[in-house]
Every structure is written in C-alpha cells, then in structure tokens.
C-alpha cells in the first residue's frame, strides 16, 4: 500500500466513524418533517421575547435533531470541552499533585472543588452553600441520607415511608439499609396521594421524588414537606427531574434532606457527581446528622489523618473519599450556563413549552392511540411531558431515528423533556411534526 493509499484509507476510515448511519425512508421522512416543518407566528413571536435565548448558543447540540431528553442526559455546554482539556494537560499533566493545593487563591485547587460546585448548586434547590455536598451517586447520597435520617429520628420509629411507584434506585436502595439494619426496620410503599392516613408515629422518614420519571407528575413539595413536620417526621426529596429545571426552595419549604443527580437539567455530563441536601438544623454541634460513610476526605482536617473522625463544618462531612476531579470539573463549568438567569423565568419558559407541546399534540392525540399522563395543572407539572401509546418502544425507536431524541419507559410511556436553556417555542412545533409523521408512518 502506499503511503497516498494509507492516508486515503485513514481518511475513509475516519469518515465512517464519524457519518450517521443512512436513514432509512421511514428516518428520513420523519427527519424531512422535522426540519421542514412551518413554524406558527404566535411561536415565532413568543421566542422572540424569549428572555432565555441567548443560553441556547452556550451548548454544543448536533444541527437536525431535537433533543428532548436532557431530563435524563443534559446536553453538552461549550465551554466544558476546554475545562476539561486544561484540567487533564495543565493541572494533571503539569502541575500533577500539586494541583490538590495550587490555585487555591483563584478558585482552582482540587480539594475545594466539591464545595464550589456546591456553592454553585445551593441557590437552584433553594439551599445554602455548606448545607451541599457534591459527590458520589444519587443512589449513594440517598443512603446516606437516609442512614442520618433514621439516626436522628426517636427510636420507636423505624420505617421509611414512600411512594410504592419511586424510581427503582430509591426502592432498592431504601431497601438495602433496611436489611442491613435488620429486625423491626421496614419499607413501606404507599399512594402518595394517600400519605394522609400514613403519616403515622412509626414512621422515622419520607421519601419521595418530586417530578415522576415517567409521568411528569410534581408533587406539593412544600405541603407534604410541612405535613411530615407536623407528623414528626423527616422527609428526604429526591431532586433528580427538578434541580435546574425550576426553581426549588429546600429551606423555604424546611425539607430535612435532598438528593438529585448532576448530568440531567444541571447539564454535568454523563456520570456527574450527584449532590445531597442536609438542613442546617441537623449539622449543628448537637443532634447533628450522623455520617455513615465517614471517610478521611469529610474530617475536618484530612491530612491530619486523625484516627477519629471529626465531621468537617457543613454538608463536606458526607464527601467521602477523593473528588472526582475530572467528572467535576465538567460539572462545575456547565454549572456557569445558570450565571445570571432568572429561575422564575426559567419556569415560566419551561411551563410555555410543555403548555406549547400538549397544545400541539391535541390533534395527534384525537388520531391516534396517545394518552397524555403529565397533569394539565401547572402546579402538578414538572419540565417533562409523557403519553403512553401501545407500541411506544417502537414509536420512540422511529422518533430517535429521525431525529427527535426523547425516551421510552417502560410499559408503554413516550417521554420528552424540555429544557428551557436550550429550547426553543420552534424546536416544540418540528418536534410535533416529528412525531406526526411517526406516527402516521406506523399508522
Ligand atoms: C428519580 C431518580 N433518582 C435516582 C436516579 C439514579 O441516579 P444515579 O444513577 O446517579 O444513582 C435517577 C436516574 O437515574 C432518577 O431519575
Ligand atoms: N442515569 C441514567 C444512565 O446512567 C443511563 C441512562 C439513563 C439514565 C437515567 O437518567 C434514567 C433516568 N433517571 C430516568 O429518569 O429514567
């Protein structure tokens, strides 16, 4: 082979790895709908006015698709490759170990990194900074939580209450403390539409998710947070579909604890470190909330190396071993886009969206086998919108394919979410023509 033969060959190889796979007819129709699809004045007009426009070119999203999953998977924000690039060549490459400390005066040491990302999670859930930790995964924040939780409660109460339907990590993980804990410890999964009657003097914790995975569902944070007070009982909210997507108030609700993941609204990136929530009432000197998993890197002074822990000041205490630099680092950048945007407008976009995207799909609805299951109810609705459809797998297979990127849950549940920093009144009308020609494809 020679060497203009290798080079062409290289060139060829690279092309493919980088080409979509050719759209099928069916791909292609959807994808033809989507991108020619007539966009109404009265959207036009509203995007116009969009105070949160501009955010948009602060993300990389590829040109022919709507992505309407960053309930699960954010998308990228622009300035993240770069940091990424600088913290692997300069602080690990250069500066190696040195970059635990150096930088400090700037902002820029490895060690704080988890309580600046923290400081930069606290005003989106409603929180002061050292009331936040940023680490591990959502799942293990909810142990630890839940761990304090039932620490602090009185002895005689020894269940944690919550909603039968939950996203299976907190079932599981729930659960899991539970055996750990053995005898006269139980989980017990109730309607919480029906927390009424379950509220009752056994009951050490609640938890709950604020917005359903599937259905979109928002529930009465702030009443059910005040009716477990009443009843004695400490309540842990999941966050996952909530932070970043709407304002949340943590303190003004008196929530006890709170959890929620880091790569869907908050944009950190696959696998971002997640964050917890623990009340300034319960990291006082006294009846603080206890740290189950203490390691070295939640002491109050780390390179001590004090055989007792002594919890640091703060959420810090349930940092437990070495930050994740790099997964943090991306957190901490994409958490940026927030500067200077108006959480209020923020909702009142996110609201105008899924109001855009239900009004839309009406007519689909009436043509075909879609059952809307988010709530009308604004005070009931998260920054997602779900239907169930009999073959919605299928359905959400074509949609991927021509470029409308939402999500299928299981049973039958087509699931799209809106992110008012990147999306537009006009990415809501291709997204339905989209779906139209989807649907009357498999029709
Ligand atoms: C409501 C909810 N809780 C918890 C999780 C799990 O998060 P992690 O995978 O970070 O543990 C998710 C999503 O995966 C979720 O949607
Ligand atoms: N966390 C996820 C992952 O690691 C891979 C794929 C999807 C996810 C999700 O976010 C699932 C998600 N919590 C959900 O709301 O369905």
Not at 72 to 81: F, H, I, K, W
Not at 130 to 144: L, P, Q, R, S, W
Request: charged content about 20%; hydrophobic content about 45%.
């Amino acid at each position: 082979m020679t060497s203009i033969d290798a080079t062409t060959t290289t060139a060829q190889t690279a092309a493919a790895q980088t080409a979509r796979p050719p759209a099928s007819p069916l791909h292609a129709r959807i994808g033809a709908a989507l991108t020619g699809a007539a966009i109404p004045a009265d959207l036009l007009d509203l995007d116009a006015r969009d105070p949160l426009a501009r955010k948009r070119d602060e993300f990389t999203l590829p040109d022919g698709v709507v992505y309407l999953d960053g309930n699960s998977l954010g998308a990228l924000p622009r300035a993240v490759p770069e940091r990424l690039q600088q913290v692997a060549a300069q602080e690990w490459g250069d500066a190696l170990i040195r970059s635990w400390s150096a930088g400090a005066d700037r902002g820029r040491d490895w060690m704080n990194l988890p309580d600046r990302v923290a400081a930069k999670i606290a005003p989106l859930i409603g929180a002061l900074p050292h009331e936040v930790a940023v680490t591990d995964t959502t799942g293990v924040n909810t142990f630890k939580v839940l761990a304090a939780a039932l620490k602090l409660a009185p002895a005689g109460r020894r269940v944690i209450l919550t909603d039968a339907e939950n996203f299976p990590t907190d079932l599981y993980i729930a659960q899991g403390l539970l055996d750990l804990l053995g005898g006269g410890y139980e989980l017990r999964r109730v309607n919480p539409d029906a927390l009424d009657g379950h509220l009752t003097a056994d009951v050490a914790a609640l938890l709950l998710t604020e917005v359903d995975y599937r259905t979109g569902r928002r529930l009465d944070m702030a009443a059910i947070t005040a009716q477990a007070r009443a009843a004695g009982v400490l309540t842990v909210w999941d966050l996952a579909h909530s932070a970043g997507a709407f304002p949340v108030d943590l303190r003004g609700v008196g929530a006890d604890f709170a959890v929620g993941c880091g790569y869907k609204f908050l944009n950190g990136g696959p696998g971002a470190p997640s964050f917890l929530f623990v009340s300034e009432r319960h990291l006082g000197n006294e009846n603080a909330a206890p740290v189950a998993i203490s390691g070295w890197m939640g002491h109050a002074d780390p390179f001590e190396m004090d055989r007792a822990f002594t919890p640091a000041p703060g959420a810090r205490r349930f940092v437990p071993g070495t930050p994740m630099v790099l997964s943090l680092s991306a957190l901490d950048s994409a958490l940026d886009v927030f500067a200077g945007v108006d959480l209020h407008a923020l909702r009142a976009k996110s609201l105008s969206l899924t109001d855009t995207f239900i009004r839309l799909m009406e007519p689909l609805c009436a043509r075909f086998p879609l059952t809307l299951v988010t709530p009308h109810e604004h005070a009931q609705r998260g920054s997602q919108v779900s239907y169930r459809h009999p073959q919605a797998r299928q359905v959400m297979a074509d949609l991927i394919g021509g470029g409308v990127i939402g999500d299928y849950r299981t049973p039958d549940i087509l699931r799209f979410g809106f992110t008012p920093l990147y999306h537009s009144h006009a990415d809501v009308a291709r997204a339905v023509a989209g779906m139209q020609a989807a649907l009357e494809a498999r029709a």
